[in-house]
T-cell receptor
Framework: DTEVTQTPKHLVMGMTNKKSLKCEQH?????MYWYKQKAKKPPELMFV???????INESVPSRFSPECPNSSLLNLHLHALQPEDSALYLC??????????????FGPGTRLLVL | AQSVTQPDIHITVSEGASLELRCNYS??????LFWYVQSPGQGLQLLLK??????LVQGIKGFEAEFKRSQSSFNLRKPSVHWSDAAEYFC??????????FGAGTRLTVKP
C-alpha cells in the first residue's frame, strides 16, 4: 500500500476562518511533507517532519501551522489566510531513513480557495 | 542548493510518436533524480527515479530515463506515446536531507 490520503479534497474559507488540512499514511513512513502548488507552477516545499519533529521550515508565514501528532498523521492548521494562499496543498511521505535520499509518495492534494 | 531546469514548457506530440522530455540539474554532490507526472487537479505520481547504479532507468507506463553526469541531464523518454500520457511532467532533484526541488514542469499534449 503506497497510499497517502488527504482530506478534505476541496476547501473554501474566508480570511477570518480557521481550518485544518489532514494527511494520513499507513506505510510506516517516518518523514512527512507539506508542499504548496500554485496553478501552472511546480510544488514548493513548505515543511518537513522527521520522526514527528519539524526538520525543515521553508520560511513559511505563521498563518500556516503544521502539526505531526503521530507518525501516521500530519495536519496543517490555517488561520487568517490571504487570497494569494489559494493553491493545491500536497502532502507526501517517505521512509525517513536518516542520511539517505528517499522516494516521496504524494497524496491527491487539497484544493484551497481563500475568499 | 540544488536546482532543476526543464527547458520545454509545452510539448505536443502525435499519438504513437516517440517522446523525449529534457531535464538539467545543478547539484554539488551526487544527485538523486526523479520524474513525476501530474494529471490536472491531481497529486504527483512517481514515474521513475535514479539514486545510483545503471544510468538507464526503467519506470512505469513504459517510460525510461537516462542519467548523464557529464551533461548534468536526466531526460525522460517513451518510444510510443498514448493519449493517456497527456499531463504535466516534473523532474526533481533531491538532497540527503530529503529537500526535493522541482523543475517548472513540461506540459505534454498528445494529438490524435
Amino acid at each position: 500500500d503506497t497510499e497517502v490520503t488527504q482530506t478534505p479534497k476541496h476547501l473554501v474559507m474566508g480570511m477570518t476562518n480557521k481550518k485544518s488540512l489532514k494527511c494520513e499514511q499507513h506505510m510506516g513512513h517516518r518523514a512527512m511533507y507539506w508542499y504548496k502548488q500554485k496553478a501552472k507552477k511546480p510544488p514548493e516545499l513548505m515543511f518537513v517532519y522527521s520522526y514527528e519533529k519539524l526538520s525543515i521550515n521553508e520560511s513559511v508565514p505563521s498563518r500556516f501551522s503544521p502539526e505531526c501528532p503521530n507518525s501516521s498523521l500530519l495536519n496543517l492548521h490555517l488561520h487568517a489566510l490571504q487570497p494569494e494562499d489559494s493553491a493545491l496543498y500536497l502532502c507526501a511521505s517517505s521512509q525517513g531513513t536518516m542520511g539517505r535520499q528517499e522516494t516521496q509518495y504524494f497524496g491527491p492534494g487539497t484544493r484551497l480557495l481563500v475568499l | 542548493a540544488q536546482s532543476v531546469t526543464q527547458p520545454d514548457i509545452h510539448i505536443t506530440v502525435s499519438e504513437g510518436a516517440s517522446l523525449e522530455l529534457r531535464c538539467n540539474y545543478s547539484y554539488g554532490a551526487t544527485p538523486y533524480l526523479f520524474w513525476y507526472v501530474q494529471s490536472p487537479g491531481q497529486g504527483l505520481q512517481l514515474l521513475l527515479k535514479y539514486f545510483s547504479g545503471d544510468t538507464l532507468v526503467q519506470g512505469i507506463k513504459g517510460f525510461e530515463a537516462e542519467f548523464k553526469r557529464s551533461q548534468s541531464s536526466f531526460n525522460l523518454r517513451k518510444p510510443s506515446v498514448h493519449w493517456s500520457d497527456a499531463a504535466e511532467y516534473f523532474c526533481a532533484v533531491g538532497a540527503l536531507n530529503n529537500d526535493m526541488r522541482f523543475g517548472a514542469g513540461t506540459r505534454l499534449t498528445v494529438k490524435p
